[in-house]
């Protein structure tokens, strides 16, 4: 069985800078498209960033020109860079993404999660 794990969460001051990596619990697996997703205490989980295996990134309003979504395919890993962070950006931050090895594919695995706080 593969995972996904997530890290770099932790906590920040306002206007401060943090980089989250989402990668497979096992080598010799493949992440395709992939989304962070978040969850503030009371609310709801949402989609922060996208990538598809194309290329093409989509974001939420609230972190357009701040956070940005890439993936290292030669290590297998995409992370995702936050800037100017804002109180309200804190949560519990997620990975979503399709995995597969060979012609096996692992849809929409989640990962278990990495709490970003920010506050002075």
């Known amino acids: 069985q593969v995972q996904l794990v997530e890290s770099g969460g932790g906590l920040v001051q306002p206007g401060g800078s943090l980089r989250l990596s989402c990668a497979t619990s096992r080598s010799a697996f493949s992440i395709h498209t992939v989304g962070w997703y978040r969850q503030a205490s009371g609310k709801e989980r949402e989609l922060v960033a996208a990538?598809?295996?194309?290329?093409?990134?989509n974001y939420a309003d609230s972190v357009k020109g701040r956070f940005t979504i890439s993936k290292d395919n030669a290590k297998n890993t995409v992370s995702l860079q936050m800037n100017s962070l804002k109180p309200e950006d804190t949560a519990v931050y997620y990975c979503n993404a399709d995995v597969t090895r060979g012609y096996v594919r692992y849809p929409q695995l989640w990962g278990q999660g990495t709490l970003v706080t920010v506050s002075s």
């Open positions: 990538l598809t295996s194309g290329g093409t990134t």
